[in-house]
DNA sequence: AATGAATGAGGGTTCATTCAT
DNA sequence: AATGAATGAACCCTCATTCAT
């Protein structure tokens, strides 16, 4: 997913491409940051991974801190554009609520490098999302998509009504990147393969379970 | 846990309280290693934290590696003991159940340096645990007291069959930590306070909804 | 070869000439690693001499280790080509060989600063030397001169059948080495002084005569 | 020659001995500053050599300085010892010229931490042997000894008037040092074993031919 | 439009020494 | 007499950034 690297002939060693170099360092940079978070990763590295040089990155991108604000608007771009793909309406809201799990939770399992993204962003304490006026008025088609299937649960009486979708998609959230987040602490404290080296559709099954036995209940009364 | 020396003017040279130093660098270690993860803390920052220098602190604990070791290793103590202090013996398996995840829940919330801590070691790859005889080999309480309870459930048949307890901590872990781990970016998108500024209650009221949901029920048939 | 850079006012910034900074930083560093040895040696202190900063050299060089490794290899071609001008097969292999002797002899004593390069890698136990491509196969046209010669006054007549090159080469150069090398202990104990201080046309006679004693003998019965 | 070690029991842990310490921290010492040199040797690995601390060196020699001080002056001690116990007198001139260059070159071979704390003193200009009194009025017996047997030589006509004993020295010093000093780079450039690890019989009878050849010649007319 | 040269700030670590006890 | 605690200075190196061209 991040390797871009169109054939180059030796004759025209320099693509004179702005567009590519442009979307090769952020490749590249992507990679980066998400291996080594914002202050591991290095200028040098990233250059190192292009081919080209530190100047050159400052000159598309004018700052390490700018450049990190172009990755974490193009991985969250993506997943949008994702979710956008989901198609739900031929499915009863069970079927595609369980669609939705397993969607959301390939996805991570599938692009860690946006996972390990929003950790780094998290660990920053969400400086660079909140000055992001395309971040900050971002839409995720999920919430709709949920929202959508939600109600259609609740007019059949299928699914509970206390709910709202920005809940259903944190606990989703939450259960799937948790495998990927934390794999190398529990993985170990555990000994349990987890992420993409784990039993992706057992796990990934467990998960759907848990949300749909919660949203079809009336609710435990253990109190 | 994280507060700071008493005040001490520069005329007195020598505390000489090498435990109370201890502690403190540790102390401050912590908040600095859960602030800015493993690469961002700089030691200089840490020992302006402790009113000391960097050169006490490699001379107490030998390097920033080994320093975060040692955070490592205690902030995992203390939530090993704090889940020893779990009695459960007299609740009803859904009750205990209940408690359960709302200890965990307080506990994330409560102590947020100790899921930065984890983050920050996640995002090393588990480097360092790895590397910890002491965590490596570390067994945690919850677990046998989730295992135990879950037996107890399943035994007087309140509780489904299907379940280890180890994918129960996993979840309670998964929900309650994102609640932590991704206050900012979720936070941020989806409009929401959350971690210690949110609703803590009514997440952490929705939190043991979903595991009891799961726990109790034999299944959701979707497929 | 050791002089400064030429004088520069702070205001402009740029020499933006590489070749002669790299060449002034060369000539600093020699300065340095001879006159204090490679520990003794500090990056600072080399920058000083070149008015820039630590962080060009390192931008340069890589590393200390590197730049040291740079200045091994460079004053060791110096005295290579210094060896390549010897010009003797107009002259008779005795005065050949008396002529060899008083260039190696006024070379260490014309270059201190090589003389006290060597010593410091014997104190690095060659570590460098022997990392180095370059210099582990280096040939020294003055072992050739000397085999030329002496195989000349062999088949003279004039010079002795049971010597080989590199043992008259190492004589000659212990010789003369020791007079730089050991000048200020030798020179302190038995008050001399030695070195380029010394009587140099004087020790350069006695060491020829050895050298020529030697080679011209049959060899002594003392036992 | 640098193992003190006397053997302890576990019930008197310290020896308490503040002679017996001095004697080990010296030896250490004496290893230290050979292996490394001045600049490279440090407190901390000298200390862990003698299984004390880098305060108790202090506190004994009170700086390094001074702790390399007293090294130098016992090297030289024991050096003038040995060379006291050379007995020449049953010799002829030209067995004794003999037995004193082989004494000499055999110290170097066997003591390699004399030479190298010499190139060490001479690499930082000898500093301290000029300020230490002791050493500064240091005779060296074998200086005697040379001067006796060349005295002896001359009236009996055996050995050439020229010469005079400190010349004589050097020329034997530098001869033998050189195997010691230069092994790393002459061995490796020329690819020789040398030092102890050589042919050291080779070699010293070599030494002995030049020396000899040189005084009881009466000269070569190469001019 | 693009880049090699250059740098100031800060990174973690080592070290000889001091000092109270 | 002896030592653990503590420190300031210096160490080498990395880094993101700037700038002239």
Redesign the interface.
Known sequence: MLQLATSRTKAMRKPKAPEANRARILAAATAEFAA?????ASMDAIAARTRTTRALINYYFGSKERLYQAVLERVYAEIREAEEGLELDHL?P??A??RIVEFTYDYYVGHEYFV?I?????????RH??RSPT??T?N?PI?DRLAAVIARGQSEGTLRRDVDP??V???I???G???V??????????Q?DMGAKGDVAGRRG?V???????L??A??S??
Do not use: C, P
């Open positions: 080594r978070g914002y202050d591991g009863s069970l079927e609520m369980r390990r929003v950790v780094a962003e998290n660990q920053a304490r969400g999302l909140k971040l900050r971002l995720r919430v920005v809940s998609h944190m606990a959230a939450a259960l990147m948790f495998n987040t934390n794999q190398f602490t529990f993985g170990a404290l555990f349990q467990i759907a379970d848990i949300i749909l036995s919660w079809v209940t609710g435990v253990a109190r």
